[in-house]
Nanobody
Framework: QVQLVESGGGLVQPGGSLRLSCATSGIRFSINAMGWYRQAPGKQRELVARITTYGVTNYLDSVKGRFTISRDNTKSTVYLQMSSLKPEDTAVYYC????????WGQGTQVTVSS
């Protein structure tokens, strides 16, 4: 059974930081590229960052220089370090293999507001 458990979200002021974690089970984590996605109210889900099995990363233009994706294959966990957060980063954040196979976790809410 596949499980994707995101955590680390919360309410943060503009300019603040958060570190998201996604613990996975039931997938062959070490051979999967992984991605962080987000969905804001009334918008489609979008890919924020992805990391290959070799650690090569790609980012959505709007988060480049502010977000960093990383992975720990020994823990089957992927992380998203977010800094210099902006109100437009407010969304529910999800992780999934890349490309997304169609299953999702419950997500973690990130709200950036003063």
């Amino acid at each position: 059974q596949v499980q994707l458990v995101e955590s680390g979200g919360g309410l943060v002021q503009p300019g603040g930081s958060l570190r998201l974690s996604c613990a996975t089970s039931g997938i062959r984590f070490s051979i999967n590229a992984m991605g962080w996605y987000r969905q804001a109210p009334g918008k489609q889900r979008e890919l924020v960052a992805r990391i290959t099995t070799y650690g090569v990363t790609n980012y959505l233009d709007s988060v480049k220089g502010r977000f960093t994706i990383s992975r720990d294959n020994t823990k089957s966990t992927v992380y998203l370090q977010m800094s210099s957060l902006k109100p437009e980063d407010t969304a529910v954040y999800y992780c999934s293999p890349f490309p997304p196979p169609g299953y999702w976790g419950q997500g973690t809410q990130v709200t950036v507001s003063s």
